[in-house]
């Protein structure tokens, strides 16, 4: 809990990083990456997707009470039901607004512009070493 009551947000998001867009370039398969980030930017958390199953990153990177942000993706359906109901979870529809009409506070906007300044940096520093991809997201992270 913040120091006002209220649980800390934590936005949550997946993105594809280094695949071609709009068919430009050569193509490139890419790697899909999970992230989060704490309001505030006190944590941000980032992994390259395995097959894991979501609801473990989850509990291995979010602290219990936390309230976490999404957008509508199938797989983010059940975060709230999680080893007994230990999140709260909200969801903005990207298809229909990008943040919530009724309630300003859910969206995904810090989480978005974490994946812009993230992927900018890493292709500038780095290139797109595939070998070298996980040690490139730690680095950002750290």
């Known amino acids: 809990m913040a120091d006002n009551g209220k649980a800390i947000v934590v936005e949550i998001d997946e993105s594809k990083y280094f695949h071609r867009k709009y068919h430009r370039e050569q193509?490139?398969?890419g790697h899909w990456v999970f992230g989060g980030i704490e309001r505030g930017w006190e944590n941000v958390f980032l992994w390259k997707c395995r097959i894991a199953p979501l609801e473990q990153h989850i509990q291995d990177y979010i602290l219990p009470g936390r309230h976490i942000v999404s957008e509508g993706w199938l797989a983010y359906a059940n975060i709230d039901a999680i080893r007994g109901e230990i999140y709260t979870h909200s969801v903005v529809?990207?298809?229909t607004h990008f943040v919530d009409?009724?309630?300003s506070e859910i969206h995904t906007q810090n989480i978005e512009n974490m994946w812009m300044w993230a992927k900018r940096k890493i292709k500038r520093q780095f290139g797109t070493?595939?070998?070298?991809?996980?040690s490139y997201l730690h680095e950002f992270v750290f």
């Open 27 to 29: 193509w490139r398969e």
């Open 129 to 134: 070493s595939r070998k070298l991809f996980p």
């Open 101 to 103: 009409l009724n309630d």
């Open 93 to 95: 529809v990207h298809q």
